[in-house]
């Protein structure tokens, strides 16, 4: 992921777990942590139960360009790991970036 700004320890995703607020829907669930560096910082899970690395890797990636697509249109100062649910395996790009809107809307991240 370059040019983002990502969690990268083990200690960071879980002060946003026990810290942040959480929204999900059929895709994927989003922790959201505020922080005090005015810069988004994204972490990305993806479980073995979601599928094989293949499939994995290929979510990770998903779920990336989305973020890249609209990184400017999310408001900065918060800490964000998104994971992503088994029944994301097979979904389209154009599924997986609507679930990451939908949730960055319901965490209200949107700048208008």
Do not use: W
Request: charged share 25%; glycine share 4%.
């Amino acid at each position: 992921m370059r040019n983002i700004n990502t969690l990268k320890n083990n200690r960071e995703f879980q002060a946003v777990y026990k810290g942040g607020k959480s929204k999900a829907n059929k895709y994927l669930v989003m922790y959201v942590l505020p922080n005090d560096n005015n810069e988004i910082r994204v972490g990305m899970s993806v479980s073995k139960k979601v599928g094989n690395s293949v499939v994995r890797h290929r979510l990770t990636r998903l779920i990336r360009e989305a973020y890249r697509l609209h990184k400017e249109e999310i408001t900065a100062g918060a800490d964000i790991v998104i994971v992503a649910r088994p029944a994301a395996k097979d979904k389209s790009y154009q599924q997986i970036e609507s679930a990451f809107m939908h949730l960055l809307e319901l965490h209200h991240l949107i700048i208008c």
